[in-house]
């Protein structure tokens, strides 16, 4: 668009930048659409931006500089302030990749990394780049989601855009455009000459929303205070710059000429209204436009409307003259209808459905979830070997030279370091057992260690899984009342939800809602990251409950987060005239004696307390959910207190790192389970960052964050380090104002306290952990914990939780005095673990660290320490399912062939790669699930040579075996023998075979290659 016509929309903010680019689109799909972000760091506070908006920004700015054709530019006024690369200089940077180009390794090498990416990365973030033998998989600047580029003979041959989770071609372009990963890199060394958005789309036409020139005046305030005027000028356009810009800006009018279609949602009956609605402008001689998210909306609408509408793929066949009906995909807010002789009116799934609507999503790339329940052993990783015990898995071993006999084995590490090399079909009896050993040592080689325990602990499972079975039958037999909320009222409330759910929250929502209609009681655990929105689904629930006329009684862990949550819900249900009461140390004696009072009588339908609420002067009229936030931080013997409440009522805990029985019980089935993994848009992982302890780098870390205007928290293990700790840091940074807070204070002094820190009165929060949960203060974006060694994993997580709830870079510091080595270790995970959605993987990391616990009891250290989580919870399924043989049917065949049984490093070079192949083959129990992963495995790299192609013949015979029971296939030049399981051998078998004992063998010489002749013998041995 340099120098040609285009049209620049600056939106009021980036969401709104982000959903009319997705609609855009969808409605009309010809249209070169580009959203243009502005960098999620503030000004000259010397961070790195994310990979993906820097790779996105660098993307775009290279098609504007480029453009041959208008293309529509949507930003914001804050991201257009940067200088940036001159336009041509992006003519010589990049890397465009064609079918049929030349193909060198080392040069793309080269070239990719002199681009900004990571050759070392798997491609499931933007930057990363993995290559294989005859293919690489790359995620390009800019791009949705990754893409693989096979190659042979030096040429490309093919280039797909493929979907990480299950490997899937999405699309087949015959062109791949690889930009740089940031706009730094198209500045020519110290060029003095910058250029701006507004020269790069010098002859565009320009268009704002109306709060547009606010929001630049603020962001320039911004940048004035972070540094001085010589050094900003370089960097950023001057106030006067940008005011001759809004000279050719366009404002829109605050107000639109459009009639919003109604909310048929809130009526008694939506199926009335939106059918009389319909007949109504009909008669008008209205065209009529269904518009949802997802194809089941679409139908559900058809449904209730009455009229099948043809689906159509774009905006300008909806409204196509003549055309009185159409239905089609977009994510548009809300209706409207287009005034004029033929009215246009166009009907949401938002408008019909309400909060039951499918929420679309911006178009930014899919984070990968912060847990996935993998069965599959890492390299490097403790395993558990059911034979032989516990191991470290030190990696594949290539053994033998020739065709016949050469293949890879596993390396496992035992006790003394003693290793031994497994053939691969045995990963089938390898599995996860911790990132780290924690408390319990590796076994012996032999398997002499590790039988007594196995015996024992197999013993439990069975006796654990009986138990389990007669608790979820009483549970699924026991009636509980069904709360179904009145739909208008429940829309009503939903409707102050200012934000659009993720799709992890959306489905947690219908599991709570499902659970509380389904007529017995609700036992759910709702895993969510802090800041991801469990505390709407918490509000969800709650009324659901209230509109259906039961009480509801939310049980948070401190007076702080009582606080926090009162006021919530007293503003989302004050609409409604629903009171909410509060039950905590900060309640005066007459409040809490009206609150009691109100709840027995049953006139206060919401309550939210500490513990206090399970006391014996507390009583409900009818309680029909409790709500138990924060459960890590309860007792065993709590939970089963608040649990009494309401025997047969329903309860929902909430979490963002259960402790490991309350993950360990919700991976194996014992409570229903809903994790909210989806981070919500532009959510920023916090920098996590492990340093020794020292005064200075104390001091240094508050000064910066006082200086980009934030506010901090110091957080100290005991009471008694928080006066020195004050002190020490008066002397460095005597400007800093700092409030103490710790739990011996008065209740309402915390508070008073708490609400200075809130309100800006001081910029450190220096405080034990007694604000590691619920306190969501966004200006506050730096923390530093002192001894972290002292905190649990859980507990770090939580306090690092308290800052980057806003879009903004926020940084947590782990200071250390040293220790053990496991506390070191615990630290280095957190520093690992710093995305957004980490807190249930560090729940499973502690989980891998502490071990589970019993299952039904009280006791910290169960057998489930003995198998480890995975493992665990696998064999208890299978005893709930009535598997009496267990660890029994885990046997694998012993196959001796003159066969080489490995994927050559040239075709598949990441060793990890190679074992996650190597181990999903091995557990795989059927034909069609190695045919799935052959078939992977040949989109992912390419066409199969020999030994690959031997590798699955091998496997598929493995599959074989099983069925009919061979434990081991002996197969030599001269003959053929199977050595049969127990009471699997018939009486009489082929005249051509010969029996001895349990082994049936075939003799004979054949010209035929061995899979050839393995076939043949089994055809004898089925006849």
Known sequence: MSGRRGLVFLAENERRAERLGSIIQVVEPTCDVLVYPRLNTLPFDQLEPSRDIAGRRSSVLRRLAGAKQPILLITTAEAMMERLPLPANWSRLGLSLRIGGVYSEDDLEARLRALGYDLDDSPDYPGGVLFHGNTFEIFPAGSLGPFRIEHSGGRIRRIAAFNPMDQEVISEPRELLIDPMSERLAFKDRARKKSNLVEYCARAKWIADTAVPRNAATWLSTIEDAAARGERDRAYLSRREWDQAAKRIALLPPTAPYRATPEFYKESSPRKALRAFIEEVQRGDARLVFVAAVEADLRLMARMSAIKAERVPDWAQATAKGRREAAMLAGFDAGFVVPGRKPLVVITAADVLGSRAHQPQPANWAWTPGFDAVDLPELGSVVVHLQRG?????????????????????????????????????????????????????????????????????????????????????????????????????????????????????????????????????????????????????????????????????????????????????????PLGIEVGNLSRVASAAEARQVRE??????????????????????????????????????????????????????????????????????????????????????????????????????????????????????????????????????????????????????????????????????????????????????????????????????????????????????????????????????????????????????????????????????????????????????????????????????????????????????????????????????????????????????????????????????????????????????????????????????????????????????????????????????????
């Open 390 to 574: 516990l191991a470290r898995l030190g990696g594949l071993r290539s053994m033998g030279t020739g065709d016949l006999t050469a293949r890879e084995m596993v390396r496992l590490v035992f006790a003394g370091n003693d290793a031994v090399l497994v053939p691969l079909a045995e990963l089938a009896l390898i599995w996860p057992y911790a990132g780290e050993l924690g408390d319990i040592s590796l076994d012996r080689a032999d398997g002499s260690s590790w039988r007594p325990r196995r015996t024992a602990a197999e013993t439990e499972i069975h006796v654990v899984a009986n138990e389990l079975a007669k608790q979820m039958r009483q549970r699924r037999r026991r009636p509980a009342p069904k709360l179904v909320p009145r739909p208008a009222s429940y829309e009503q409330f939903v409707a102050r939800f200012p934000y659009f759910t993720t799709p992890d929250q959306a489905k947690a929502i219908r599991d709570v809602l499902d659970d509380l209609g389904s007529g017995h009681p609700m036992d759910r655990i709702v895993c969510g990251d802090v800041g991801f929105g469990k505390t709407e689904v918490a509000l969800r629930a709650a009324a659901a409950a209230v509109l259906a006329g039961k009480q509801v009684a939310v049980v948070v862990p401190t007076t702080v987060l009582a606080r926090q949550h009162v006021e919530t819900f007293r503003k989302r249900f004050a």
């Open 598 to 1023: 109100g709840l027995k009588s049953g006139e206060l339908k919401v309550v939210v307390g500490t513990l206090s609420l399970a006391s014996k002067d507390v009583r409900f009229a009818d309680l029909g959910l409790i709500i138990l936030d924060e459960e890590q931080h309860f007792g065993a013997a709590e939970k089963a207190t608040l649990s009494g409440l309401n025997k047969n009522g329903h309860r929902l805990w909430m979490s963002a790192t259960p402790i490991p029985r309350t993950l360990a019980a919700g991976l194996t089935g014992l409570r229903d389970l809903s994790v909210i993994a989806t981070p919500p848009a532009h959510r920023v992982p916090v920098v996590t960052k492990v340093a020794p302890l020292s005064d200075i780098a104390i001091a240094a870390a508050l000064v910066r964050e006082h200086r980009r205007n934030g506010q901090s928290f110091v957080i100290c293990p005991r009471i008694q380090d928080l006066d020195p700790m004050l002190a020490s840091i008066h002397s460095l940074a005597p400007e800093l104002r700092i409030i103490t807070i710790h739990g011996k204070l008065p209740a309402d002094e915390i508070d008073e306290r708490l609400m200075d820190f809130v309100e800006g009165k001081a910029d450190v929060l220096l405080a034990t952990n007694i604000v590691e949960s619920g306190l969501d203060i966004p200006r506050a974006n730096t923390i530093v914990v002192c001894w972290p060694e002292r905190f649990g994993l859980a507990q770090l997580h939580q306090l690092r939780g308290r800052v980057g709830r806003g879009g903004i870079r926020a940084f947590a510091h782990f200071l250390t005095e040293g220790g053990s080595d496991r506390s070191e270790k615990r630290l280095a995970v957190l520093e690992e673990l710093n995305r957004p959605g980490a807190g249930f993987a560090i729940s499973a990391r502690d989980l891998d660290l502490r071990g589970g616990g019993d299952m039904l009891s009280d006791r910290q250290s169960g057998h489930m320490q003995v198998f480890g989580p995975t493992l665990y919870g696998h064999l208890l399924t299978l005893a709930l399912d009535g598997d009496r043989d267990g660890m029994g049917a885990l046997w694998v065949p012993e196959l001796n062939l003159p066969i080489a049984e490995l994927l050559p490093s040239v075709y598949v070079q990441s060793e990890a790669v190679r074992l996650e192949i190597y181990a999903r083959a091995a557990r795989c129990r059927s034909y069609d699930e190695l045919e799935e992963l052959e078939d992977e495995t040949l989109r992912r790299f390419g066409k199969l040579p020999p030994a690959a192609t031997n590798f699955f013949a091998v496997a598929r015979l493995r599959v074989s075996c099983r069925e009919r029971g061979i434990m081991r296939l002996d197969v030599g030049p001269e003959a053929i023998a199977a050595t049969m399981l127990g009471g699997r051998l018939r009486k009489s078998y082929s005249r051509l075979l010969q029996r001895d004992g349990n082994r049936v063998i075939y003799v004979g010489r054949s010209s035929e290659d061995a899979l050839r002749r393995v076939e043949q013998f089994l055809d004898l041995l089925d006849e």
